[in-house]
């Protein structure tokens, strides 16, 4: 079955830019029924889903994140990337990537990485 | 704050049956598809069961989930010990700017 792996830096400076990868297994990124999601979850518990990729290369993100993420694909070792500028402790939590049916449900999610936001 | 109103706990003694419910609006539980999810810490979140009552091959039947209006719920039946964990629904927004948005989580203890 499908496997996703988060990897990046478990600790991020104020104001420096957080950058994620999640590696897709047993399953291609370029098939083009599915989204290619970034969920995190707060210190309090809540989820908040920051937007999703599409093999062509269309994004869409959460208003919310004001234009500070931003997401890419490499098909060819078939994993993609979450960046995201200007943190504040605020973006402390644990990231997810996702597998997307669109519009309907997240099929398989990796394991989560921890990222800290402090000087 | 959530967009989706989950209660914060439940709990319930092995074999009992429990539901956990998840109050939404027209835009996003009146409108699409409620789905629900397992997160245990440390593992991957696991998606469990949608209002429509389709579950992932490998998720057993005593998880079956409805949605009447704005409001949807999840029921587990023959509680387990294993089922103890955060239980969050979800469901896609339609609004000027559409999102996904979910619940705030509800622990499940098994007694």
């Known amino acids: 079955q499908v496997q996703l792996l988060e990897s990046g830096p478990g600790l991020v400076r104020p104001s420096q830019t957080l950058s994620l990868s999640c590696s897709v297994s047993?399953?291609?990124?370029?098939?083009?029924?599915?989204?290619w999601t970034w969920i995190r979850q707060f210190p309090g518990k809540g989820l908040e889903w920051i937007g999703y990729?599409?093999?062509?290369?269309?994004?869409y993100y959460n208003p919310s994140l004001k234009s500070r993420a931003s997401m890419s694909l490499d098909t060819s070792k078939n994993h993609f990337s979450l960046e995201l500028k200007s943190v504040t402790a605020a973006d402390t939590g644990i990231y997810y990537c996702?597998?997307?049916?669109?519009?309907?449900?997240?099929?398989?999610w990796g394991q989560g990485t921890v990222v800290t936001v402090s000087s | 704050q959530s967009v989706l109103t989950q209660p914060p706990s439940a709990s319930g003694a092995p074999g009992q049956r429990v539901t956990i419910s998840c109050s939404g609006s027209s835009s996003n539980i009146g409108s699409n598809t409620v789905t629900w999810y397992q997160l245990v810490p440390g593992t991957a979140p696991k998606l469990l069961v949608s209002s429509n009552n389709e579950r992932p091959s490998g998720v057993p039947d005593r998880f079956s989930a409805s949605k009447s209006g704005t409001s949807a719920s999840l029921a587990i039946s023959g509680l387990q010990s294993e089922d103890e964990a955060d239980y969050y629904c979800a469901s896609w927004q339609d609004s000027l700017n559409s999102i996904w948005v979910f619940g705030g989580g509800t622990k499940l203890t098994v007694l």
């Open positions: 047993a399953g291609s990124i370029s098939n083009d029924g599915y989204y």
């Open positions: 990729i599409y093999y062509g290369g269309s994004t």
């Open positions: 996702a597998r997307e049916h669109p519009l309907t449900s997240f099929d398989y």
